[in-house]
């Protein structure tokens, strides 16, 4: 599971029993897996057929307000044809 081209994909995860939020720290952030345990409620689950790693946020996004409502706009500009 560990090899070096493993395609890991970055999720946010909730716990599908008590909704808790999931995120990968240390050495299972860095490692492709595919169970994922709840810390609140101890389900053990799997959120997918590949290999998964909770996490904070998705890359590319941050807990950043600004920067989040700038993104959007962007995103509008873009979508409506301008920039």
């Not at 999720?11 to 709840?38: G, N, Q, S, V």
């Not at 409620?41 to 057929?49: E, I, M």
Request: aromatic share 8%; glycine share 8%.
């Amino acid at each position: 599971m560990n090899e070096p081209n493993s395609i890991v994909v970055p999720m946010i995860l909730y716990c599908p029993i008590c909704r808790a939020r999931h995120i990968d720290r240390e050495e299972f952030a860095k490692k492709a897996h595919h169970t994922h345990a709840c810390q609140g409620c101890g389900h053990v689950w799997r959120p997918a057929v590949v290999a998964t790693c909770g996490v904070e946020f998705l890359p590319g996004f941050k807990n950043d307000i600004i920067e989040d409502i700038e993104t959007k706009r962007l995103g509008y500009r873009i979508l409506k044809g301008g920039v």
